[in-house]
Each structure stands twice: as C-alpha cells, then as structure tokens.
C-alpha cells in the first residue's frame, strides 16, 4: 500500500473532542489504528501537540486558535502526502466550537465525547489530578454537555475504550467518505512523488553543522532565536530531557515552544523511499515553527530521532535561519536496554501511538539491540554539534549538563 495525493476535493477530518478524562486520545488513536489495518490511508494528531507554546498570546486564551492554525498545517501536509481521513483528538473552545475557516483543506466533522461527573471523577483520581484541576475539567464538562456546536456525541460512562470506538465507528458510518487518488495536484501545481524532494522546504544543502542555516522560503529569522534540538537512538531519553528544556528556556523569560516530532508524523503508511517519513514532519515542523514564531516564540525545543547527517539535513533546511544546536544523548548498551524495558513496563508518558508500552519483553529486547546498534553508528559518524552521554545520570543532571554544554537557553553561539 502506498500514498497517493487526493485531488481537488477536501480531506475528511475528524475531531473528537470533551473534557479530560473523557478518553479522547485513547479513542482517536485505536480508531485511527483501526482505519490503517483495514488499508485506509489516514492520519492522527493530538491538538494538545500543536500548542505548546508559553505564555500564551492575551488575544488567544487556551491558545485554540494557534492549534488549529498548526492543524491546517498539518491537514495540508498530510493531504498532499497521501492521507484519505485525519483523525484528530484533544480540547476545543467550549464556547465557540471550532474555528473552521482556519482548516481550509478539511471537510470538518466533530465529534463530542463526554462522561456522568461521578465517572469523571473516578478516572480523575485515578491520574492523581489535583482538586483545583478536577473543578476546572468538571466546569468544562459542564460547558461542553450544554454546548451545540459537535456534530455528535458519545456518552463513553461505563463503556470500555473498545465499545466507544465500535458505537463511534457505527454512528459515523460511512465516514469517511473518500474521494479518488492517484491524479491529484498539490497546492504547488505539480504531482508528488515520493521519490521527490519536498518543495514547501528547500532540501539539498549539506555539512556537518547546523547553526545559521539559510532557508529562502522561509525568510530570515529574528537575532535572537534559538533552536535546540535533541536526538539519539531509542530510549536515550530525547523526550524526558527535552521537555525540562523547553521549560528552562520559559522560565528564564523566553517565549519557548517544544516540538515532538514523532507525534507529528502519524500518517500511514510511510512512503518506501522516506521510512521515517522525514520529508512530511520536515514540511509540518517549518509550519509549526512558523505559527510559533509569530505569536512570539524565540526558543525552540524539538526532540526526535534521525538517523544521519541526510535525514537532520532536510529538517535543519525546512527550518529560517535561527541558530540551531543539534545536541546528541548518548547511552551504552546496558542503559538503554533498562531504559527500554522501563518504557515497556509503563516508565515513562503516556504518548499517543508509544510502539514499546505493552510489549513482550522479547520484542523489547529486539528494540534495545537495535537502539545500541543505532548508537554506535551515531557515535562513529559523529552525528549532531555536540554529545552529552547519559550513563548514570538523572533527568535533572542530564538537564543542566545539556545546558552547561550549550549554554542554553541564551546566549546565542552564533554571536
């Protein structure tokens, strides 16, 4: 099965939304599981991935616009990858619904999920919520279930994740509604290939360092921007460490953003000649970055995985010329193999779409060689600007040793 660009017509997008708890993601991400076993071509973002920029804009509270101006991004990107539906989870203004016009390329449904407050409750105290933050979710409950804007709604009180997904998927039908593929013509007038570069990111320049890079399609970037970047093989930690960074930089009076680009890049299947679907979260993190940029971001977190000097190329051209650090983690084998058994066994966030929570301990062993593997090839080419090694650190170590070694968040080391 490969991707195929739609043509002319708009994507189905799907919103499930509610208040926490109501099991938004869960349901979004096995549904969008169920789309891709069955051969359909989709896509999944959490909206809450798309706005994790502080503090957020006066004019923009909830910072709703700003995530639905990333999901036009990501809509876009998708669609011209091949994506025939989008499944999207997370909150919505309780009072306005979506803001559609900002998702030009969707043919929008939303959906409402919701729960008794008693059952909100219960699965409240069970994430160990604070009361503050349980009165705030139980207020918005409340909003939403005397609200009139979802096209729908599924009371998932005393239903297993799977009995949601079965009435949602019965009350849906036929959704989506697809369109043919095959003939289409992206924004840009000429027809994707997956064997072609991306032309909303300018790829092809090339060298061992990223820092001050220029992207003409995406203009010059302001003095004082920064960009730091954490990769590493599987179970380094990219995300553990990359999120106390994003929060430095904000408590040392940045506007700061952070970006996880594994949970932009769900849209199956990945083409043969882009595994890791590096052209597609290339094109959405330039966009993102955009949006962020514009409400007054100055520091930038990203955290992902690449696996050589061709693949962090393409991200560092999609991206204005801000200095950018790529910083590499690095572990040895025994770390990582007890970082990624932890992660199996449930030691680490709950992410969307986590491809070792669960798993047998065999299947984690695999993954662990091939992480150490994949470290040691890092380390022999020397991959990123710099390596700070994680052996027997804490998070809060790594931190500041990530931060001594870069001197983020300021200065710039471009100046």
């Not at 036929?174 to 095959?182: D, I």
Request: with cysteine; proline share 6%; glycine share 10%.
């Amino acid at each position: 099965m490969s991707r195929a660009p739609l043509g002319g017509a708009p994507i189905p997008v799907l919103w499930l939304c509610g208040p926490p708890g109501v099991g938004k993601t869960t349901v979004a991400w096995q549904l969008y599981s169920r789309f891709v076993q069955d051969g359909v071509e989709a896509g999944y973002v959490d909206i809450d991935q798309l706005g994790i920029c502080y503090p957020e804009p006066a004019a923009d509270p909830g910072r709703h616009r700003l995530k639905t101006e990333n999901l036009g991004a990501v809509v876009t990107a998708f669609r011209a990858a091949g994506a025939r539906c989008v499944i999207v989870s997370g909150v919505v203004d309780a009072s306005r619904g979506v803001s559609a016009e900002l998702l030009p390329q969707a043919a929008l449904t939303v959906w409402r999920l919701r729960a008794d407050r008693e059952e909100l409750r219960r699965r409240f105290l069970g994430r160990g919520i604070r009361t503050d933050e349980m009165a705030a979710a139980l207020k918005e409950a409340d909003a939403l279930d005397t609200s009139g804007f979802a096209d729908g709604c599924i009371d998932t009180t005393g239903h297993a994740v799977t009995a949601v997904v079965r009435l949602l998927r019965e009350q849906l039908d036929p959704w989506p509604t697809l369109p043919e593929a095959g003939t289409a013509h992206g924004p840009s007038g000429t027809a994707r290939s997956h064997s072609s570069q991306d032309t909303s990111a300018s790829f092809g320049m090339s060298g061992p360092c990223c820092a001050g890079r220029q992207s003409d399609s995406h203009g010059t970037a302001a003095a004082d921007e920064r960009i730091l970047w954490l990769c590493g093989a599987t179970g380094v930690g990219k995300s553990t460490v990359g999120f106390p960074l994003h929060l430095r930089a904000l408590h040392a009076g940045f506007t700061s953003a952070y970006v996880d680009l594994d949970q932009l890049g769900f849209c199956a299947p990945a083409p043969a000649d882009d595994p890791s679907d590096h052209r597609l979260k290339a094109r959405i993190l330039a966009a993102v970055w955009q949006n962020y940029r514009a409400v007054g971001a100055r520091r930038l977190t990203v955290v992902g995985p690449v696996e050589n000097q061709s693949a962090l190329d393409r991200y560092a051209e999609a991206l204005p010329a801000a200095a950018t650090t790529v910083c590499r983690l690095h572990a040895g084998g025994e770390e990582l193999t007890r970082r990624v058994m932890l992660r199996g066994h449930g030691g680490s966030w709950l992410q969307p779409g986590d491809p070792l929570r669960g798993r047998p301990a065999a299947h984690l062993l695999r993954v662990a060689a091939r992480a150490t593997a994949d470290a040691d090839a890092m380390e022999r080419a020397g991959l990123g600007d710099l390596q700070v090694v994680t052996d027997g650190l804490t998070v809060e170590e790594t931190v500041d040793a990530v931060c001594a070694r870069t001197g983020w968040p300021d200065p710039d080391p471009t100046a």
